[in-house]
């Protein structure tokens, strides 16, 4: 039996995942990295614990699954996406990887913002300290000190690490998100580079996103080395997992944040919606676009519910409290605690608790906090929909909020779309998996995909419920803006 390995090194943890040849998931491994930050909410990660978690990782999911390591024929590599480490030329981490939830790089965007119509123009993404950029620029500013250092995503930082300093490179996909990839060039644009203060000796190669990336035996771990055959950000491993290969459909990967993917084709919009414009992959030279929307709290309002306000003590117990929630309660959650994303991008906006009534108590809270995630995503949709012309009439899913079956089918309601829910939640991994299968010739890539099984929402509220629910969900919003 042939296998392919599947890395996903997320925001919270780094999974190895098999694949065995019909694609199918045989085995996985997580290790959890440390969350760093400071007292001005700044958001770190250390990079060499990933490094070494990644290779705990591999190790565990071969011995777990007793496989002979030469079963392994390649590696797929997904990654969280503008998180940014530097390192020097002996491959060692200078500082912390800066991650892309952190507001720290907000001065440099400030003083750019003279820029931010000619660079969304160039990169399809709007000025924000939330792509790598300005993130690098930081680095540079405050923690680089020595004359040969190299700067990039986490990709191409365990690309680095992985080949022993043989491999400094990236795919399309993750490039597309630093702000730095001119969309119509496709390279390093050299005036970004220049406004920015970034050299460009310090980026990496930029190469096509199922090209082979180098070799690896996890530091003699494996008797001989096996390419890496597919580099991925996360979301668009997801939207390749997903199946969502042609123009006009959509996933949303519900996470930590989430990412709503629409397939737009060859070629690249313009867009003034809030919207960004990144490469979907580029695949054997050929080049396909997606209109994203990026929102910083989904699955993290779960995590504030439990770590910050002790509403639960569990994800799991999220439905039953749900079920005792007075339906009729009109309590919104507006979760601006590090501003407002996609489609408004207003890093001063504050969170706010709106419409609570004498009655309202802890599961209306509850209920108000899980129904923000399936209000935000709507407020994406809607904007993709004007803006690509396109009704998006199935939305496939994916991660762990998901499984909540209360707000998979308020998301149906609201957005009044069918949603299809993935069978599986590592649709990064697979994505990735699938593509370096594809690419050393295990996997046909018609076949592949038969593998994935969704189960189905299809809306039951009526258009009367939903304008009024949504309605009072734009008068919350519009009050966080100060509108």
Not at 102 to 107: F, G, I, L
Not at 240 to 259: A, D, E, I, R
Not at 264 to 273: A, C, D, F, Q
Request: proline share 2%; aromatic share 8%; hydrophobic share 35%.
């Amino acid at each position: 039996m042939k296998y392919i390995l599947s890395i996903d090194q997320s925001t919270q943890a780094t999974k190895a995942v098999l694949l065995d040849e019909k694609g199918k998931i045989t085995g996985r491994a997580d290790c959890s990295h440390e969350q760093i930050i400071n007292e001005k909410g700044w958001v770190s990660h250390n990079q060499e614990e990933i490094y070494q978690n990644l290779q705990k990782a591999v190790k565990a999911v071969v011995e777990a699954s007793g496989i002979a390591k030469s079963d392994l024929q390649a590696v797929g590599i997904s990654n969280q996406r503008e998180t940014v480490a530097a390192w020097d030329k002996n491959g060692k981490a200078i500082g912390h990887a800066v991650v892309w939830q952190c507001k720290r790089a907000e001065e440099i965007a400030e003083r750019l913002k003279e820029k931010a119509e000619e660079i969304c123009k160039k990169t399809g993404l709007p000025l924000s300290p939330y792509f790598s950029a300005s993130k690098m620029t930081w680095l540079i500013e405050n923690e680089i000190r020595e004359e040969e250092y190299h700067l990039g995503t986490m990709d191409s930082w365990l690309l680095y690490k992985l080949t022993a300093g043989k491999s400094f490179k990236t795919d399309y996909t993750n490039a597309s998100r630093t702000q730095l990839l001119n969309l119509h060039t496709l390279k390093w644009d050299e005036e970004l580079c220049g406004m920015f203060g970034i050299p460009l000796k310090a980026l990496p190669e930029i190469c096509d996103s199922n090209s082979c990336f180098g070799y690896t035996d996890f530091e003699g771990y494996l008797n001989e080395k096996i390419p890496i055959y597919a580099v991925l950000g996360d979301s668009h491993g997801a939207l390749f997992g997903q199946g969502c290969h042609t123009k006009g459909m959509v996933k949303t990967t519900y996470g930590t944040g989430s990412s709503i993917m629409m397939n737009i084709g060859g070629e690249p919009l313009e867009t003034s919606s809030g919207l960004a414009v990144s490469l979907a992959w580029r695949i054997d030279g050929k080049a396909e676009y997606v209109l994203e929307g990026n929102i910083n709290y989904t699955g993290a309002v779960v995590t504030w519910l439990q770590n910050d306000m002790h509403m639960i003590e569990n994800p799991k117990e999220l439905e039953e409290q749900l079920k005792t929630a007075n339906k009729e309660d009109s309590t919104i959650l507006v979760p601006a605690f590090t501003g407002l994303s996609a489609p408004y991008w207003r890093g001063d906006a504050k969170a706010l608790l709106y419409g609570m009534t004498r009655s309202t108590g802890r599961a209306e809270v509850i209920k108000a906090s899980v129904e923000s995630i399936a209000y935000q995503i709507t407020d994406v949709l809607k904007v993709m929909e004007l803006a690509s012309n396109t009704e998006i009439k199935e939305l496939r899913v994916d991660g762990g909020p998901t499984r909540n079956k209360y707000l998979m089918q308020f998301q149906s309601d609201l957005a009044d779309t069918t949603v299809c829910v993935a069978s599986s939640e590592e649709l990064s991994a697979i994505g990735a998996g699938y593509m370096a299968g594809i690419a050393v010739g295990l996997y046909d890539k018609e076949e592949v995909f038969q593998n994935l099984s969704y189960q189905s929402y299809k809306s039951e509220m009526s258009s009367r419920d939903r304008g009024m629910k949504y309605e009072a969900w734009k008068k919350a919003v519009a009050i966080v803006l100060n509108e």
